[in-house]
């Protein structure tokens, strides 16, 4: 087998690789759709995290990824032929759109990933006045309701901001963990109630710690992200 050869034989395997990724991530939307991690894990992230030995944040990527191209339909379709990378997948479904990611195909057929991930870096910079506004309007649509049912149950509704719902996500993934570390993890709760569990345990502590207190400073100072910080 001559270079050359050796060359075709690289980029046919690489196509077989893309494809075989793309199946991959079809599946990961479905299953955690279907959340087939929720037994054990809290997140379809830390499952996949887990089952394929990977990071955390690479599996997280896998998840957003996978989601992301269900809208994409145009990006799905060049990565199950075969002819678009993981890697620049990744950096289109940053910022496509069904009606611009032809565009972005386009220069992604002509340029290497890091050419790929430079423009994406671009085009949000372009895009910083409609993040704004995205943002305000996040702001807007914030909420948060409970009310009482039937069997006098708890029924909790809301929409929070990114920077409020990680803070509250990490701190009831603490108290879960808080709460559970010590038991069988066969014998544990599915996820979904271990969560609902960590909520009680979260609002106690705040209690505990006097944030019903009358003279209790909740005073709001910096940016929203600055007071999410933990």
Not at 27 to 53: M, P
Not at 131 to 151: N, Y
Not at 190 to 212: H, K, N, P, T, Y
Request: with cysteine; hydrophobic share 40%.
């Amino acid at each position: 087998m001559n270079t050359v050869q050796l060359g075709e034989r690289i980029a046919e395997l690489a196509a077989r690789i893309n494809i075989a990724t793309y199946e991959m991530l079809t599946l990961i939307a479905e299953f955690d759709r279907r959340e087939g991690w929720a037994d054990a894990f809290d997140s379809c992230a830390e499952w996949l995290a887990w089952r394929t030995g990977r990071t955390l944040a690479t599996c997280r990527e896998n998840v957003r990824v996978a989601h992301a191209l269900e809208d994409l339909p145009k990006t799905s379709a060049r990565m199950k032929a075969g002819g678009l990378s993981y890697a620049k997948a990744r950096a289109i479904t940053r910022v496509a759109t069904p009606e611009t990611e032809g565009k972005l195909l386009d220069y992604a057929d002509k340029g290497s990933a890091a050419a790929v991930e430079r423009m994406v870096r671009e085009v949000r910079h372009l895009s910083r006045d409609g993040e704004i506004g995205a943002e305000e309007a996040r702001h807007r649509r914030r909420a948060f309701s409970v009310f009482i049912d039937a069997d006098g149950t708890y029924v909790v509704r809301g929409r929070l901001e990114p920077e409020a719902g990680a803070v509250l996500m990490r701190a009831v993934e603490a108290a879960s963990d808080a709460l559970y570390r010590a038991e069988d993890p066969d014998a544990r709760p599915r996820s979904r109630q271990r969560r609902a569990d960590a909520i009680g345990l979260v609002a106690e502590r705040a209690l505990a710690a006097g944030l019903g207190d009358a003279e209790a400073d909740v005073t709001h100072s910096g940016t929203r992200a600055e007071r999410y910080q933990v």
